[in-house]
């Protein structure tokens, strides 16, 4: 593991302006000195070097250009407001190779990201629209106390990759932080594949505040394991316009998540406070804490809302607010002590002890269920299934 010490947020990916040059040529780039003849190639090498305290790497570069990096990039350590890494295009592929861009992150962590503290390069890296391939996100060390973090973890705001732009993929990356993995902020025709990302908030669409538009996103193929959360969609509770459209999730994995495994919520800030209905969302999806959560405000929740393909286990079915759009998901069967019951409730909404988390899995079972299942096991006899029809209304 590569542990490139980065600040926060490491990547912004955002649109940029054509350039002119055109040059088949190969460049190298050993200092800041090299960049002025490198960037009139097609095709850019960056060496290993490291980049003066307080100033800015800046790349301007071809449409079309490649970008390979060819050794770990360490940055000059200074109390100011950055970026480190500024890169312009219409599309550039950059290829990582494994190799890190160390931000010096332990000089500025203090706990306290962008919400006090010491002046901190924010971003770290300003990107346009581009493919990012094979890069590793190292933030692992921010999971500790410093001697300015006053106990608490010293990494805070550490996002991997914030997103802008339209035209944008990221794939079979590493991200080892405590924010967002990958945030989508704004943009079209962006894919996210391939990933890993662990120890932060998973993957996210949003904040999306008033007047913002995410449009064509496909999230496919990626782990999150050890985040607070898998998936979050989250638009800003105050939004009176804005749309999050055609966003599909497929063929993802997580595990060892705190406190959701998907979390799609109009309450931001909070996660599920009351909810605002200004930013129009849909979603399809096929893709511990609670399973599932979805907090949409009165009739902003549109579109094919297919989990079928949705497998989840363990935590519990969190509320489902203001959408009846949700199909073909049913949890899996959670166990009690030597008995294995589904989420199947009689009229009166309730199953065998346990509390229904909402009222929209309690009708949607009773209206799909007929009747309540036990699967009895035990070592001196074979399975046995009892079968109990639903009970009359008022029903135990």
């Known amino acids: 593991m590569y542990h490139a010490l980065m600040l926060a947020p490491l990547f912004t990916v955002s649109a940029a302006i054509a350039t002119s040059r055109s040059s088949n040529c190969t460049g190298e780039i050993s200092s800041l000195n090299d960049i002025s003849a490198a960037v009139r190639c097609t095709t850019v090498n960056i060496n290993s070097f490291t980049v003066p305290a307080g100033e800015t790497f800046s790349l301007d570069l071809l449409d079309g250009t490649t970008v390979n990096v060819r050794g770990d990039i360490e940055f000059g350590n200074k109390l100011w407001g950055g970026p480190l890494f500024h890169v312009q295009s219409i599309f550039a592929l950059v290829n990582g190779n494994g190799y890190k861009w160390d931000g010096g992150g332990p000089y500025y962590w203090d706990g306290k990201g962008l919400g006090g503290g010491v002046t901190k390069p924010h971003i770290m890296m300003d990107v346009g629209t581009l493919t990012v391939s094979g890069v590793t996100v190292d933030n692992s060390q921010g999971d500790y106390s410093n001697s300015k973090s006053n106990g608490a973890p010293a990494g805070h705001n550490t996002d ?9 993929t990221i794939e079979n990356c590493f991200i080892y932080n405590q924010d967002d993995c990958i945030a989508i902020k704004e943009g079209s025709n962006i894919l996210l594949q391939g990933n890993y990302c662990s120890g932060g908030h998973g993957i996210s669409i949003g904040s999306i505040s008033s007047g913002v538009v995410v449009n064509g996103v496909s999230i496919v193929n990626n782990t999150i394991k050890n985040s607070l959360q898998a998936f979050h969609i989250k638009t800003d509770v105050s939004a009176t316009s804005g749309t999050v459209a055609n966003v599909v999730y497929n063929g993802n ?11 799609i919520s109009q309450s931001y800030p909070g996660a599920l406070g009351t909810p605002g209905n200004g930013v129009l969302i849909s979603v399809t999806t096929d893709s511990g804490a609670y399973m599932v959560a979805v907090n949409c405000g009165q009739g902003s929740c549109t579109g094919t809302w ?19 759009l949700v199909t073909g998901f049913t949890p899996r ?18 199953y065998v002890g346990i509390s229904v988390p909402n009222k929209w899995l309690a009708q949607y079972y009773y209206n799909h269920c007929k009747f309540i299942e036990i699967k009895k096991h035990n070592q001196r006899s074979r399975p046995h299934t009892y079968k109990i029809q639903k009970e009359e209304e008022g029903g135990t």
């Not at 994995?253 to 979390?263: E, F, N, T």
Request: glycine share 12%; with cysteine.
């Open 160 to 168: 991997g990759f914030n997103i802008n732009g339209d035209d944008v």
């Open 253 to 263: 994995i997580a595990d060892k998540l705190s406190d959701y495994g998907i979390l």
């Open 306 to 324: 297919d989990w079928s393909s949705l497998e989840t286990s363990g935590g519990k079915v969190g509320p489902i607010t203001n959408n009846n």
């Open 333 to 350: 069967m959670t166990q009690l002590g030597d008995c294995i019951i589904p989420f199947v409730l009689t009229d009166r909404m309730n």
